[in-house]
């Protein structure tokens, strides 16, 4: 073990002045009154999370399709429980009982207007050489929370399935009644093209990748390149995540293995399940719906890449969809790892990934697990000195994410109480798909990840940062942080919006959080090809990305929880809400909307901003009791929740982010004032904007406590 140490602290030259303890005064960090101790801390940890290590355990956690709820997926949960007590953490495994859908029989037929079959699948997934295509226990393409049935629907092509897009239908008086809504992934949540095409009347769903999005159009497809081929399926939920996420029959509840059927709601009467049929098919079983689709030629910006001219019908096909959905409260695991803080156990921070997948799920989510057990086995190895951090620091791994965030949701509904002090959660899903990082956070923890950043070697050479700088980072559905950088930035940091495990614990009960990882070209997302083949050949072969993801992913919870100050910069997340505040008013008056009175919430927003440039002047150079300071400071993001929720849809109670009613993954912000005014609600946008005014009084003034 020494030898391998110092092996890798050769390796990682010229970085070794970076990662051993400094001789003189480090550089001030955010956060910290002398950061010379943490320094060594940190260069220990950096020189544990191993490439090789971490890319035994991507083969191992992809060494069979691991369906959430499958026996499969039990022994990925031993596997990380395992791995988590190695290192020193104590472990348990946490059960819950959740309605989740299997599938018994889904098919899709498509006739001609003659009644000649054009199509029946779905066809297998398959390409020559794969090794991993043909396994037996490969789930047939299905969308979880489908609904059940036998209907039959003349097609209507409707591009993305955006509420803009069935629109612009029916300006063209093109009624989707009793229709089957033919819908290319891409640009909102799968969930909200069921959502719109139920709520306008629609039969059935069919959600197809096109190649302009994820194929051919972009490069090359495997094997020969790392785009979707033409038989690739993506499956998904269609969970209606905008209502709420987790278990659909225990909305607010933590859905235990002893809770009472009594203490359920029917999944009939639940708020976040389809009553329709939906279907995911490869672009290669829709190209004859589409080629014999008669009606009006696509509008501009409607076209694919397929190569024929699209119509959008009616006229011309008649589909036939059966789903036969087996559903079913079916056992859950998720594992969750501790390390008990020396100075404030009582205070965590939470890092987590989740395990299940709909295959493999070599990139998602594996990638992130295989990186989050380098993290733990450096964590480890900082054990075994003696080390304890200040904080207790949680490791957690999700299951049934895929289904709906079911096992985070349910953690966080049953732990509510004890996560009211938890000081950061830490995400991590599409670990690596390639070499481009990528970030989302809350506006008080952008700058932290952007400096703990240029502590990591990239394995290009330099820091991760200065690698994160250099390029743009590849698109990924959870995070919309490729944006170029704002005014002021020196690399771009999205906002949280949902479809990953952050969404309970920043949106429904306020813990800052952020979500990372490292993109690339990735076509084969939610497909059998999203297998250790795929990762090999395409996205990080020798495995270099896994241990860079395992530090920078490791490093967040270190230095969060031997922090003396909570590092949240509330100077940037007052300027940040002062925009969003200002944009809304512009929005108003360039539409005439109103009226609406805005100024209570700009000066709410000027408060909030003075307190915060006060509390952060006392951050900079902490010292003393800073016990009083640090309630302070978590409790301001804790301000930002209202116990009422958001209109329509309570779970969501964060008054500054949440998921788009009709994007899904996108963040919306400000949702309550934003969404009333595109409702053109003018009562309920005033009424809004009184929530929100009364938030940022409350964080101003949790923040004002601190002097």
Not at 378 to 385: D, I, P, R
Request: aromatic residues 10%; contains cysteine; negative net charge.
């Amino acid at each position: 073990m020494i030898l391998r140490k110092s092996l890798a602290l050769i390796l990682l030259s010229p970085f070794v002045s970076l990662l051993l303890p400094a001789q003189s005064t480090q550089p001030p960090v955010f956060g910290y009154a002398d950061f010379t101790t943490q320094a060594g801390i940190e260069a220990k940890f950096l020189a544990v999370p191993d490439a090789q290590l971490a890319g035994q355990h991507l083969k191992t956690l992809t060494a069979e399709p691991h369906l959430a709820s499958t026996p499969e997926d039990r022994k990925t949960a031993d596997y990380v429980a395992e791995k988590f007590r190695a290192a020193g953490l104590e472990t348990e495994i946490v059960p819950y009982r959740v309605l989740m859908n299997q599938p018994k029989a889904v098919r899709v037929e498509a006739f001609s207007a003659a009644g000649q079959l054009l199509m029946s699948g779905p066809a297998r997934e398959h390409v020559d050489g794969d090794p991993y295509q043909d396994d037996p226990r490969v789930v047939m393409p299905f969308n979880g929370s489908s609904g059940s049935g036998d209907v039959t629907g003349e097609a209507v092509y409707a591009n993305y399935c955006r509420l803009e897009d069935f629109d612009q239908l029916a300006a063209q008086h093109i009624d989707v009644h009793g229709k089957v809504m033919v819908c290319r992934y891409g640009s909102n949540f799968r969930g909200v093209k069921v959502y719109i095409a139920e709520q306008r009347g629609a039969a059935g769903v069919l959600i197809y990748s096109d190649p302009q999005d994820d194929g051919y159009y972009k490069g090359d497809a495997y094997p020969l390149g790392p785009w979707r081929p033409e038989s690739g399926v993506q499956r998904g939920s269609v969970q209606f995540l905008i209502k709420y996420p987790g278990d659909p029959e225990t909305p607010g509840v933590a859905s235990t293995l002893d809770l009472p059927d009594s203490a359920r709601v029917p999944n009939e009467k639940s708020g976040n399940q389809p009553r329709i049929i939906s279907i995911p098919i490869s672009y290669h079983d829709v190209t004859p719906i589409l080629q014999n689709l008669k009606g009006p030629g696509v509008p501009q910006g409607w076209q694919g890449a397929l190569p024929f001219r699209y119509h959008e019908g009616p006229g011309g096909v008649k589909v036939h969809l059966v789903s036969q959905q087996d559903y079913q409260r079916r056992i859950i695991w998720d594992v969750i790892g501790k390390i008990k803080g020396s100075e404030y156990p009582d205070e965590l921070v939470v890092a987590g990934n989740h395990r299940d997948a709909w295959v493999y799920g070599a990139v998602d989510p594996s990638s992130g697990t295989a990186a989050m057990l380098e993290s733990v086995h450096g964590m480890g190895a900082l054990l075994k000195t003696g080390w304890r951090p200040k904080r207790t620091i949680l490791f957690c791994s999700w299951d049934g994410e895929e289904e709906g965030l079911i096992g985070s949701t349910e953690w966080v509904e049953q732990n509510a109480k004890s996560l009211e002090k938890a000081v950061a959660y830490f995400n991590m899903d599409v670990g690596v798909a390639g070499p481009d990082f990528g970030a989302s956070a809350v506006p008080s923890l952008k700058q932290f990840i952007r400096e703990l950043t240029r502590s990591v070697p990239s394995p290009i050479g330099g820091t991760v940062f200065e690698a994160w700088k250099a390029r743009h980072s590849s698109d990924n559905e959870h995070r919309a942080s490729n944006a170029p950088p704002m005014a002021g930035e020196d690399v771009r940091v999205g906002d949280l919006g949902s479809g990953s495990d952050f969404t309970p614990f920043l949106q429904h009960i306020g813990v800052p959080s952020t979500d990372i990882g490292s993109g690339g070209p990735y076509g084969v997302y939610h497909s059998v090809f999203d297998n250790f083949a795929w990762f090999t050949q395409n996205a990080d072969p020798k495995f270099v990305y896994l241990q860079q993801m395992a530090r920078v992913f490791g490093l967040e919870s270190l230095r969060m929880a031997d922090a003396d100050v909570l590092p949240y910069d509330y100077v940037t997340y007052a300027k940040e809400i002062d925009a969003y505040i200002d944009a809304a008013r512009r929005r108003c008056v360039d539409t005439k909307f109103g009226p609406l009175d805005f100024a209570p919430a700009q000066a709410a927003v000027a408060r909030l901003t003075a307190a915060a440039e006060k509390v952060h002047a006392r951050q900079v150079a902490p010292s003393g009791d800073l016990s009083k300071l640090n309630l302070a400071l978590r409790q301001a993001e804790t301000a930002m929740i209202s116990e009422a929720g958001l209109p329509n849809r309570p779970w969501y109670r964060h008054t500054v982010y949440a998921p788009g009613e009709f994007t899904g993954y996108a963040a919306v912000v400000i949702p309550g004032v934003n969404e009333a005014i595109d409702a053109k609600d003018v009562n309920r946008a005033a009424q809004q904007l009184a929530v929100l005014t009364h938030a940022l009084e409350r964080a101003a003034r949790a923040l004002e406590s601190a002097r």
